[in-house]
C-alpha cells in the first residue's frame, strides 16, 4: 500500500463534482463512475480512499519507467533548482543534451530534433514540415488513425468520434487501414499476401483522390487508438515506396509505439527495416512529462526557411524529464524488457482466449497488446455491452486497462516498460479474473 502524503487531501466524489463544475464537460473518462488517482509509484495507483490498482495502462503508454521513477523525479528536481523556463530564443544544454539522446537512437540519418509540448504539436510540425520540403500540400493518412487533437491533426484522424468538426482541413486523404483481422469478410484472418492489397489501395487514393503530388504519408507503426492494428511485415517497405514514387515524404508516428515499447528496437519501424523521412514521438519519451519530438534528416530541416519558435518546447525542466528517462529506459534495456514481458502476457491472453470464443482477437508486439471483443468469432460483431462490463470487472479486481478501437470495443493493454515478471503476473491473474467474470 502506498502511504498518502498529498497535501490535497479531497475525496473522490470531491474531485469528480470539482471536475463537473469547472472542467469542459467533453472529457472521455473510462468506466461508469470515473476513477480519481491520487498517488503513484512504479507500476501501482491508489484512489483517495486508498484503494490500490495495478496500471497496465500507464497514463496511456505514458510512465514508461513508471510512476514517480525516484531518478526522474530527481533529476526534474535538481533542474527545477537550476534553471526553470527560458524558451527557445536562448540556447541550454539540457535541451542539447535531449536532442544527442534522441539522435543516438532514432534509425539512420533522423538526427534533428524539434520539441514542442505533445504528440499533438509535433504532428502539426510533422506535417508543416513535410510540405515546406517538398513545396506540396495534400497528406495522406490511415483509416482509423488517430494522431491527436488539433485542427490539423483531428484532420489526419480518421475515426469518427475524434473528429469534432465537419469541416476539416482540406487536402487529406485517407487509405485503408492495415487491419489483419478486419480486411477480408471472407476469412477469419488475413495474412502476410494482403500485403499487396493494401499498398494498392494506398496508390489509388493518390492517383484518384489528389493531384498526384502529395506532400507526405503519415501512418502510426502500431495504430494505438484504433486498437492496436499491427500493419503486416512487408507493408511500411511497399508503403515507402510508393509516396516516394510520387514525390512525398514518409512521415511516422511513434507516439505510442515508441521507446522500445514494440520489443527488441527502440522504435516500431525498425521491425520493418524502413528509414522515415520524418519521425513523430511524445508519451513515454519524458515518463509523463510535457514533450513531443519531430526529428528529420539535416537535409529535411534545412529546408524549414521561416522562423520558428517554441515558448515551452525544449523547456530544461522538461529536457530534464527526458534525459532521466531516456536513461532509465537504456539502464534496464526496455526493448528487451518489454519483449520478454509482451511475450508473458501474449500467452497469458492466448489461453483465456481459448476459453472465451468472444476474444476475437489477440494481437500486439511487445508491451502493446490488445484484446478485441465480439459477440462471436464468425461474424466478429463488436460487442459493446461485454466490453464495458470487462472494464468494469477489471477495476473491481484491481487492475487498469484501456480502450480503442473503432467501436470501443479493444482492451488495450500498455504497462510501464520496466514492469518486473512478478508485477506482470499479479496483473495477468487479475485480468483473467475479470475476464473469467464476465465469460460466458
Not at 482541413?169 to 480486411?183: D, Q
Not at 502476457?345 to 497488446?369: F, I, N, S, T, Y
Request: aromatic letters at 6%; one cysteine or more; a negative charge.
Amino acid at each position: 500500500m502506498i502511504e498518502p502524503s498529498n497535501t490535497l487531501d479531497a475525496t473522490s466524489a470531491e474531485t469528480i463534482h470539482g471536475r463537473d463544475e469547472f472542467l469542459l464537460p467533453g472529457m472521455l473518462h473510462l468506466y461508469e463512475e470515473p476513477l480519481v488517482l491520487a498517488e503513484g509509484n512504479g507500476v501501482r495507483v491508489n484512489d483517495p480512499e486508498g484503494n490500490e490498482y495495478i496500471d497496465l495502462f500507464a497514463g496511456i503508454l505514458t510512465t514508461s519507467v513508471g510512476h514517480c521513477n525516484p531518478n526522474v523525479v530527481g533529476a526534474v528536481t535538481a533542474q527545477m533548482k537550476k534553471l526553470g523556463h527560458i524558451s527557445t530564443l536562448y540556447g541550454n544544454e539540457m535541451h542539447v543534451e535531449a536532442a544527442r539522446k534522441i539522435a543516438d537512437i532514432t534509425p539512420g540519418m533522423l538526427n534533428r530534433t524539434f520539441f514542442s509540448n505533445s504528440g499533438t504539436e509535433a504532428v502539426e510540425t510533422a506535417l508543416m514540415m513535410a510540405c515546406l520540403a517538398t513545396g506540396r500540400s495534400e497528406i495522406i493518412a490511415l483509416r482509423v488513425g488517430y494522431h491527436g487533437r488539433s485542427f490539423m491533426a483531428t484532420s489526419v484522424t480518421a475515426h469518427s468520434g475524434w473528429r469534432p468538426l465537419a469541416t476539416q482541413v482540406a487536402g487529406i486523404k485517407h487509405a485503408k487501414s492495415p487491419n489483419l483481422y478486419r480486411c477480408c469478410p471472407s476469412k477469419t484472418r488475413c495474412d502476410e499476401t494482403c500485403v499487396d492489397k493494401f499498398v494498392d489501395d494506398l496508390e489509388e487514393v493518390i492517383v484518384t483522390t489528389t493531384n498526384g503530388r502529395p506532400a507526405a504519408f503519415i501512418a502510426e507503426t502500431i495504430m494505438g487508438v484504433a486498437g492496436y492494428v499491427v500493419p503486416p511485415m512487408g507493408y511500411f517497405e511497399k508503403a515507402a515506396e510508393v509516396i516516394r514514387h510520387y514525390g512525398g515524404l514518409l512521415v511516422i508516428d511513434e507516439v505510442q509505439a515508441g521507446f522500445g515499447r514494440c520489443g527488441d528496437h527502440w522504435f516500431g519501424i525498425q521491425h520493418h527495416g524502413v528509414e522515415p523521412d520524418i519521425m513523430v514521438m511524445a508519451k513515454g519519451i519524458a515518463n509523463g512529462a510535457p514533450v513531443g519530438a519531430t526529428v528529420t534528416t539535416d537535409e529535411i530541416a534545412h529546408l524549414w526557411k521561416g522562423k520558428h519558435i517554441s515558448t515551452f518546447g525544449g523547456n530544461p525542466v522538461s529536457m530534464a524529464a527526458l534525459c532521466a528517462t531516456q536513461d532509465e529506459l537504456h539502464r534496464h534495456n526496455a526493448p528487451k524488457n518489454a519483449r520478454q514481458r509482451g511475450d508473458q502476457l501474449k500467452e497469458a491472453l492466448k489461453e483465456m482466449q481459448a476459453r472465451h470464443p468472444w476474444m476475437g482477437d489477440v494481437r500486439g508486439m511487445g508491451l502493446m497488446q490488445a484484446i478485441e471483443v465480439v459477440k462471436d468469432p464468425v461474424s466478429k460483431e463488436p460487442d459493446v455491452e461485454r466490453t464495458k462490463r470487462l472494464l468494469e470487472a477489471s477495476r473491481e479486481e484491481g487492475v487498469l486497462v484501456g480502450l480503442g478501437g473503432l467501436y470501443g470495443t479493444v482492451v488495450r493493454i500498455g504497462p510501464s516498460l520496466l514492469i518486473t515478471e512478478q508485477e506482470m503476473a499479479e496483473g495477468i491473474e487479475k485480468l483473467g479474473k475479470a475476464v473469467d467474470r464476465v465469460g460466458s
